[in-house]
């Protein structure tokens, strides 16, 4: 088997979408804090499209060209909700518009690649986003009901290592403080 041009290309495991309290801790595993009573939901599958937005900025020393900035960031997410009937999503979605996400990038101790390089756990965290549709999907070919959900971001994303050794750990720190500080809770 050939194996891909680039470096660890792991398999993707999910995440969790938790509804209701968004001080929550979303940094450690969903196993080991948080309870799926407790409004924390799987996440099978997900997409994250991140948005740079733009403005014009004309001026003369452009020669009537259009000149532009970057002038903000967004991000949209897609995911996929595993059907339970014990904790069903409707349930916890029905008068949620806040909620908090995080979205896994591989499972670095169940694959292979990761955990024959000692790799950290990475994964994104968005204490706050904004639910826009939740849409439950029946695939009768032999898949489980899902319900896939659809939102926006209420703030800012981070890309953070289960070592705490690298990408935003930092900026992640200083934002929760910064909104705990403003009174918006994260």
């Excluded at 995440?15 to 309870?35: F, K, N, R, W």
């Excluded at 971001?153 to 050794?165: E, P």
Aim: with cysteine; glycine share 12%.
């Amino acid at each position: 088997m050939p194996i891909p041009a680039g470096g660890l290309i792991p398999s993707g495991i999910g995440g969790c979408l938790v509804v209701g309290d968004l001080g929550a801790d979303l940094t450690t595993p969903a196993s080991t804090e948080h309870q799926y009573g407790d409004g924390v939901l799987d996440v099978a599958r997900w997409q994250l499209q991140e948005l740079f937005l733009t403005g014009e900025c004309p001026h003369s020393g452009t020669f009537g060209a259009i000149s532009r900035r970057r002038v903000g960031y967004d991000f949209r997410f897609a995911c996929e909700l595993p059907y339970d009937y014990n904790n069903p999503a409707d349930q916890f979605l029905s008068g949620a518009t806040t909620i908090a996400l995080r979205l896994n990038l591989a499972d670095s101790v169940l694959e292979p690649l990761l955990a024959a390089n000692n790799a950290a756990q990475l994964f994104y965290v968005a204490p706050s986003c904004i639910l826009e549709a939740a849409v439950p999907v029946l695939n009768a070919v032999g898949d489980v009901i899902r319900m896939t959900c659809h939102g926006s971001g209420n703030g800012l994303i981070f890309l953070l290592s289960s070592d705490g050794t690298s990408y935003d750990w930092g900026s992640y720190t200083t934002y929760k403080a910064y909104m705990n500080q403003r009174g918006w809770n994260v």
